[in-house]
């Protein structure tokens, strides 16, 4: 029995050629997309909605005296009006940190226990005190500025270490010093013992300037509310469907099946867009009320006080040497600013990934990590791209270049010293894990290569004849990326197509290409027959979202067993079609096959006769983290006359294991190393000494723009991972972990003559320039 038509073999092979791992093959949502065919969330409108508006704190700090909304709700066009205590009379749940992550003492972390609508102070400019919601937006946003509200002003405290310092202004009653975690890991003792004996101890205090996330779509809601079964719906963008549906209903005290959950599109996230911000279960409260849809947009202006922000720490890094430049121990010690509220994952980039993160690619035999995560009066922190993954990296490169110059290294051998070779693989490292794979050294000297290392003296030779100082610098980084479970569905639809359903969640990655390359691979169903899903919570039924670099490891794992229990499955009816023993049933590019024979049937046709046979519902167990790394070398000009920095040159060579698209992977790496550059050279989020922010708007908050990126070199140095069936390990935050110290490091490379040994980020004009200015005039 034959399927028909059946390609001949040489067609099969074109196939797997054109959409096979491995191959570039172009995203399948670009067309669509670059033709204005992409629908977001506020292209959802559903029959009848209203629009709401949130009004917030213009102060930092304050107790709420009242709340005058008389004017507001005889305004034309207003439907509801609702404060905190119109929520909290509701019940609803609060939002806090799900991480069980404990103080140094043993003690579990505080909370803040933040209610949607703040009831008795505020505690940032932005914080969400009503909510109106009226026929029009226009409305909406007449009547909140009708809202009186009486805030009795407190002192406040922007910076963690004042913050934590005694004395400061006290953000809640039941968290003493602002403190709600003080994160310990590493064994002190050991430490302190390394550091004693070390030959040379470098020693570098470090800001990671605070970011705004700025995605191009702002964040948005679309409520709706369904009496007859008490259901609520929700349309906003998040980074998994699963996890935000089980969140929102927590805060909504009912059931998780009463709470329906979809993301469309999504234009950009980077770590900040979930469920757990206040906005969403304000308009899912005003849509039940109101018995009609609420829908809500954030403008630019106001995400940058209500968006989660990402980086911000001070800390000071401690890197330990023996005589000939060995690596002892590493301490980092410090603070992380988590802003007002603490929610969501903030705990993981300020504190935990620092120390799971920091030993790169380096023997490095103890580490310790003393991070307090402190409350200000500043927006609060989230996860930003990367996620402590850059942070850490950038801390050690920091380290190592200053190590080398103090003890007159070369920097580059320096490095070499102290790389994990191939042979040691695995390698336990001091992080309690064990990587599994990696050629470090082979990664560095393809780099090295690439950026033609050996020339660069002439290449800055020809920069002074210009007028302009030229710097290089190595940037070396090892990501831990996150694991976890995954839902892996393969359905073979009555249409002819073959739907993957997920929990991880495509936000601008491209995820349906490179997942369907996966399962057309192993099933050899046609690319152009496989389509993604991964945006409905009634379709998705768990999922742990994307995130931490993790989604071709988790979703590829899951689909390849799912690949594997569609065989299975497949055997057996196709055994009983072709009136065969199912040990005789062989399996091979796409066809069900009796040994020996050329009776075959074809999967997909096997599909169509046999409706739901072939359908399996999967979820992966226990998949690990992997271990992406790589080098990044950074080349930059500065002119001394106005401290401006431009990128001459980037190359990176990584390590990402298997690639299964490298179009996208290479994509992936220009966003993450553009990013580092608006960190590295240009953005931050800043305050003034009362609490306002002072970067509110692209006016005033710089990012950057297309002449600010070089051309990328891009190369593949890769070692596929042994801890998942793919031997994939990620890549789309490896931009942001190579790109900040290089980036760094090549500046205070170009300033070396000045005898700077030390600017901290942002490294904008000004800052440059000062640094030039003041290093003239101690010479002169």
């Known amino acids: 029995m034959q399927d028909f038509p059946f390609p001949p073999s040489a067609e099969r092979d074109f196939a797997l050629q054109k959409f096979g791992i491995g191959q570039p093959v172009r995203r399948k949502e670009d067309d669509r997309l670059l033709r204005g065919g992409g629908r977001y969330t506020d292209d959802v409108n559903l029959p009848g909605q209203a629009y709401a508006w949130i009004v917030r704190s213009s102060h930092a700090h304050g107790v709420i005296k009242a709340i005058d909304t008389t004017d507001a709700r005889t305004m034309p066009g207003v439907l509801g009006l609702w404060t905190g205590a119109d929520l909290a009379a509701e019940g609803y749940g609060r939002l806090n940190s799900p991480l069980p992550v404990k103080n140094a003492d043993g003690s579990p972390m505080l909370q803040t226990d933040r209610p949607a609508l703040s009831t008795d102070k505020v505690r940032f400019v932005g914080d969400p005190v009503a909510i109106v919601v009226a026929e029009t937006l226009a409305e909406a946003r007449d009547a909140a500025e009708a809202v009186n509200v009486e805030i009795t002003p407190l002192p406040a405290v922007t910076e963690a270490d004042a913050a934590a310092a005694p004395g400061a202004p006290q953000l809640y009653d039941h968290i003493p010093n602002n403190t709600p975690l003080h994160y310990h890991s590493g064994d002190t003792a050991a430490v302190e013992r390394a550091f004693a004996e070390a030959a040379h101890i470098t020693r570098l205090d470090l800001v990671n300037n605070r970011v705004a996330v700025v995605p191009m779509e702002p964040r948005v809601g679309v409520a709706a509310y369904d009496a007859a079964d008490g259901r609520f719906t929700l349309y906003a963008p998040t980074q998994g469907v699963a996890g935000n549906r089980d969140a929102l209903a927590a805060l909504l005290n009912v059931p998780r099946d009463k709470v329906r959950l979809v993301t469309t599109q999504v234009g950009g996230s980077f770590g900040m867009k979930n469920a757990s911000f206040p906005e969403y279960l304000c308009i899912l409260h005003a849509a039940r009320a109101l018995g009609r849809p609420v829908k809500w947009l954030d403008d630019r202006s106001t995400s940058f006080l209500s968006d989660s922000h990402g980086r911000a720490q001070t800390v000071r890094a401690e890197l330990a040497l023996d005589a000939d430049g060995a690596f002892r121990a590493v301490r980092v010690t410090g603070y992380g600013n988590i802003g007002a509220y603490l929610a969501g994952v903030a705990p993981i980039p300020l504190a935990t990934n620092i120390g799971k993160n920091i030993a790169s690619v380096y023997r490095t035999p103890l580490i310790e990590i003393d991070i307090r995560c402190v409350l200000t009066n500043t927006s609060f922190l989230g996860a930003y791209r990367g996620a402590g993954r850059p942070e850490a990296n950038y801390f050690m490169e920091r380290l190592i270049d200053l190590a080398a110059a103090e003890m007159g290294i070369d920097r580059v051998a320096l490095r070499r010293r102290n790389l994990i070779g191939p042979r040691e693989m695995p390698y336990a490292a001091a992080n309690r894990l064990t990587y599994d794979s990696g050629n470090f050294p082979a990664v560095l000297d393809r780099a090295l290569v690439l950026a033609d290392y050996a020339g660069f003296a002439a290449r800055k030779r020809e920069s002074e004849r210009r007028g302009l100082l030229r710097g290089l610098a190595v940037g070396c980084y090892l990501e831990v990326t996150a694991g976890g479970a995954e839902l892996g569905k393969v359905t073979f639809d009555d249409d002819g197509r073959v739907t993957i359903t997920t929990g991880t969640l495509d936000f601008g990655q491209g995820h349906a290409t490179p997942f369907a390359q996966v399962l057309g691979q192993r099933l050899g169903v046609p690319f152009d027959a496989v389509r993604l899903e991964q945006n409905d919570s009634d379709l998705v039924h768990t999922g742990n979202g994307t995130g931490g670099s993790r989604s071709i490891m988790a979703s590829g794992t899951a689909i390849v067993e799912a690949a594997e229990l569609v065989i299975a499955k497949g055997k057996t009816v196709a055994a009983q079609l072709l009136e065969a023993a199912e040990a005789d049933i062989e399996f091979a590019d796409g066809h069900f096959t009796i040994a020996g024979t050329d009776r075959s049937i074809g999967i997909m046709e096997l599909a169509r006769r046999l409706?739901?046979?072939?359908?399996?519902?999967?979820?992966?167990?226990?998949?690990?983290?992997?271990?992406?790394?790589?080098?990044?070398?950074?080349?930059?000009?500065?002119?001394?006359?106005?401290?401006?920095?431009?990128?001459?040159?980037?190359?990176?060579?990584?390590?990402?294991?298997?690639?299964?698209?490298?179009?996208?992977?290479?994509?992936?790496?220009?966003?993450?190393?553009?990013?580092?550059?608006?960190?590295?050279?240009?953005?931050?989020?800043?305050?003034?000494?009362?609490?306002?922010?002072?970067?509110?708007?692209?006016?005033?908050?710089?990012?950057?723009?297309?002449?600010?990126?070089?051309?990328?070199?891009?190369?593949?140095?890769?070692?596929?991972?042994?801890?998942?069936?793919?031997?994939?390990?990620?890549?789309?935050?490896?931009?942001?972990?190579?790109?900040?110290?290089?980036?760094?490091?090549?500046?205070?490379?170009?300033?070396?003559?000045?005898?700077?040994?030390?600017?901290?980020?942002?490294?904008?004009?000004?800052?440059v320039w000062r640094a030039i200015r003041d290093a003239r005039a101690e010479r002169s």
Request: with cysteine.
């Open 611 to 767: 409706p739901g046979a072939l359908d399996i519902d999967h979820t992966a167990k226990g998949i690990p983290s992997a271990f992406p790394n790589g080098c990044h070398i950074a080349e930059v000009e500065v002119d001394p006359a106005t401290g401006e920095v431009s990128v001459a040159g980037y190359t990176c060579v990584n390590d990402f294991g298997t690639v299964i698209n490298p179009m996208i992977v290479e994509g992936q790496l220009h966003g993450g190393v553009t990013q580092g550059i608006g960190q590295a050279l240009m953005e931050e989020v800043r305050y003034d000494d009362d609490g306002q922010p002072i970067t509110g708007s692209l006016m005033d908050y710089a990012l950057p723009r297309a002449d600010d990126v070089p051309s990328f070199q891009v190369a593949d140095e890769p070692s596929p991972a042994t801890s998942n069936p793919l031997g994939v390990k990620g890549c789309g935050e490896a931009g942001c972990a190579g790109s900040l110290a290089s980036l760094a490091n090549a500046v205070l490379d170009a300033l070396s003559g000045y005898d700077i040994r030390h600017l901290d980020m942002p490294l904008t004009p000004e800052r």
